[in-house]
């Protein structure tokens, strides 16, 4: 559902929503990652209405279908009935017209009341990109039209809030003519260290540029809840059980994910998933003007981008700017094929599947679909008959005479091991050979066939025969799409064979904790009976019996746990959280 559609057709429905300031100044490649996870780890860096309301001079950047529109409409419902004066305007509509006649009588009314006193005024203008759908200098011309209609006297009583897709806010440009057309007056003045006075808002950039967060897990139930799904615990529980929470972090992301569940029953697969993905975010929002851009045009757009950053390893590219000075980001208009036209790139970049990085710039929405891509742009270059060596030799490269995968195109050689053709045969083989963990972190493993994950492991338990350690590493995601009942027989006899190293007994053991292998059992439980078994294995052993237990499992626990005459430190919260509530009280506890 678009973002209009949102605003027009639902009622509004509460989430918090919090906010992410961006900093103007930031140059590493870290940065960009972490947007979608800082709110996660960092909650207290994010900024809420209540603080953006106490600035004066706003930018709040959005991919469309974050909500942006919503938001904004539901600050100005919630200030005026509260008293306070504030007005909901659309910029494409202030193109060529006086602001008057965008307001309704009671508006109009308040705004002249507004102009005769001395209080102050929100103003919410919604959004940059529409302003600028016919020419940039449309967007510049309104904004000092607004600036004009609202009067040079009463600037400094006014609050602006200016929304903008991510790709559409000319870092340099843009920021300078907000500046321009709307100083602050000095709000204090003091002595600076020369002796000189200076203002205090001239220590504050303006204007303030923030991002819209994702939506996190209450949020998404709220949303859920309001959107007519019955069984929110089960639609919540099979986001979980999929790990699809990457794919549910904006309004509109949740209400096509819900448009899938209600239709199917599920969620999907991976690969089920970063399609569905694709092609909602590919789509121009019903309702808006957008530049034309067909399905295919892009998803060919995205690939090229997609491609141009994993082999370039520079995940964010900048917003083209006649003043941009960025080095460190790409330019997108030269990763994209050289027949494309401008609007064609301009409507490609303005769609949901890109979204901030840092000031200025802008990424995939997800860094997982990026590599999918780039899979889908070389499997393009394969089957219109490039050279099987040339594949090779994207994929290895030689560090000290020994071939290995390059470490940017693992995540994309694990995509590229899904179906028959001959040159995914070769990439298969490579992978078997140089690098088969990947399977274990990167890709859509439930993708493969069950024959090739066989392989994969038999060739993971050989090279860590005799060792300690084998140092694997994992994503809990991708072992629970790796796991299928046809494998228990396997993965069974890899966890009780002791000549293997313990770690990838482990990871054995995490495969079927998160695949949910109940035919694996016994296998744990024979880990935690036995007294030559070291502890490290046995913790995550009692792990697979508290996730996927039967009632006969976890009464074999409690009785081998029962004769132990001690159980290590470690060990005795996996075995609690195993038992507790439902074989043991918490007087056995």
């Not at 992410?20 to 870290?30: N, Y």
């Not at 220590?203 to 799904?229: I, M, N, S, W, Y």
């Not at 099979?238 to 819900?258: G, K, Q, T, Y």
Request: charged share 30%; glycine share 4%.
């Amino acid at each position: 559902m678009s973002e209009q559609a949102h605003t027009e057709q639902q009622p509004f429905v509460e989430l918090n929503r919090r906010f992410r300031k961006l900093d103007q100044k930031a140059k590493a490649e870290e940065t960009a990652l972490d947007s979608y996870t800082v709110s996660l780890f960092w909650p207290d860096r994010s900024l809420s209405w209540d603080d953006l309301l106490k600035e004066s001079r706003v930018v709040i950047l959005g991919e469309p279908g974050s909500g942006k529109t919503w938001e904004l409409r539901e600050r100005v419902r919630l200030l005026t009935s509260q008293g306070e004066f504030a007005f909901f305007i659309r910029l494409d509509q202030l193109v060529g017209r006086e602001l008057k006649t965008l307001l309704n009588a009671e508006d109009q009314r308040r705004f002249i009341q507004w102009r005769q006193n001395t209080a102050q005024a929100h103003f919410f203008l919604d959004s940059v990109d529409e302003a600028k759908f016919h020419k940039v200098s449309d967007f510049y011309a309104t904004l000092e039209r607004f600036g004009n209609e609202i009067g040079a006297d009463s600037l400094g009583r006014a609050k602006i809030f200016l929304s903008s897709r991510i790709s559409e806010w000319k870092p340099a440009s843009d920021a300078f003519e907000f500046r321009r057309l709307f100083p602050l007056p000095p709000t204090m003045m003091r002595t600076d260290n020369d002796g000189g006075s200076k203002s205090v808002n001239d220590e504050k950039p303006l204007p303030l540029v923030v991002h819209l967060q994702p939506l996190d897990k209450a949020q998404v139930e709220c949303f859920a809840r309001t959107q007519g799904v019955l069984n929110v615990s089960e639609f919540i529980d099979a986001l979980d059980r999929a790990f699809a929470w990457e794919f549910a972090r904006r309004p509109l992301d949740v209400s096509d994910l819900i448009g899938f569940w209600k239709e199917k029953g599920r969620i999907g697969s991976l690969t089920e998933l970063v399609e569905f993905d694709m092609s909602s975010k590919l789509r121009p929002r019903a309702g808006r003007d957008e530049h034309q851009l067909s399905e295919a045009e892009g998803r060919e757009g995205a690939e090229w981008l997609a491609a141009a950053s994993v082999f370039s390893r520079k995940f964010s590219f900048f917003v083209p700017d006649d003043n941009s000075t960025e080095s460190e980001a790409l330019n997108p208009l030269g990763c994209l094929p050289s027949s494309w036209r401008d609007d064609q790139a301009r409507a490609l970049l303005s769609r949901a599947i890109f979204d901030s990085a840092v000031y200025g710039r802008f990424r995939f929405h997800h860094r997982r679909v990026g590599e999918y891509l780039t899979a889908k742009w070389i499997a393009a270059r394969m089957d219109n008959g490039c050279p099987q060596y040339e594949l090779e030799h994207i994929l290895v490269e030689n560090v000290r005479s020994r071939k290995v995968l390059r470490p940017a195109l693992r995540p994309v050689a694990a995509w590229l091991c899904s179906g028959n053709k001959r040159w995914i045969q070769l990439v298969r083989s490579l992978v078997v050979e140089l690098d088969p963990e990947v399977h274990l972190n990167f890709g859509d493993p439930a993708n493969l066939t069950v024959d090739y994950r066989r392989q994969v492991l038999a060739t993971l338990a050989h090279s860590s025969r005799g060792r300690r350690r084998t140092w694997l590493q994992s994503s809990h995601d991708c072992l629970a799409r790796f796991a299928d009942p046809s494998l228990s027989l396997d993965i069974k006899a890899l966890i009780l064979d002791r000549t293997l190293a313990v770690d990838f007994r482990i990871e054995m053991l995490e495969i079927v904790r998160h695949g949910r292998l109940a035919e694996c059992l016994d296998a744990a439980i024979s880990i935690i009976a036995s007294p030559d078994e070291p502890d490290d294995i046995k913790l995550y052993a009692a792990m697979v019996i508290g996730a996927i237990g039967s009632k006969t499992a976890r009464t074999q626990l409690h009785q081998i746990g029962s004769q132990l005459p001690r159980i290590p430190n470690r060990l005795c919260p996996s075995i609690v959280e195993a038992l507790y509530p439902k074989e043991i009280s918490s007087t056995e506890v």
